[in-house]
């Protein structure tokens, strides 16, 4: 079992920048590959970006390549979203999610892959 709490949600200005936490539970956070998703009003929930569980190797949503960094620190149990250049259209709650324990891929781009969500954060993007 995996518990996640995402935090560092806000209201930013057209431009400018935000970094995302979700913390993990447990001591077996570096098994799981970790993803970050999205889902704004009216709209399905849209990933944004993944990363191995090592670390070693991110992948992006194309709406969000160049601008967000996906990183993770396993000796804390906590993997990051840095949101840079931000956008209207990235207004949305945020999700971190865990999954793939037994799954022999480096990423998981579907979110139907994951087996644990966090609660959401929102980010608002003013223009």
């Known amino acids: 079992q995996v518990q996640l709490v995402e935090s560092g949600g806000g209201l930013v200005q057209a431009g400018g920048s935000l970094r995302l936490s979700c913390a993990a539970s447990?001591?077996?956070?570096?098994?799981?590959?970790m993803g970050w998703f999205r889902q704004a009003p009216g709209k399905e929930r849209e990933f944004v970006a993944t990363i191995s569980r090592s670390g070693g190797s991110t992948a992006y949503a194309d709406p969000v390549k160049g601008r967000f960094t996906i990183s993770r620190d396993n000796a804390k149990n906590t993997v990051y979203l840095q949101m840079n250049s931000l956008k209207p259209e990235d207004t949305a709650v945020y999700y971190c999610?865990?999954?793939?324990?037994?799954?022999?891929?480096?990423?998981?781009?579907?979110?139907?892959?994951?087996?644990?969500w966090g609660q959401g954060t929102q980010v608002t993007v003013a223009s």
């Open positions: 447990g001591r077996t956070f570096s098994r799981y590959i």
């Open positions: 999610a865990a999954g793939g324990e037994y799954y022999s891929g480096t990423y998981l781009y579907n979110r139907h892959g994951y087996y644990y």
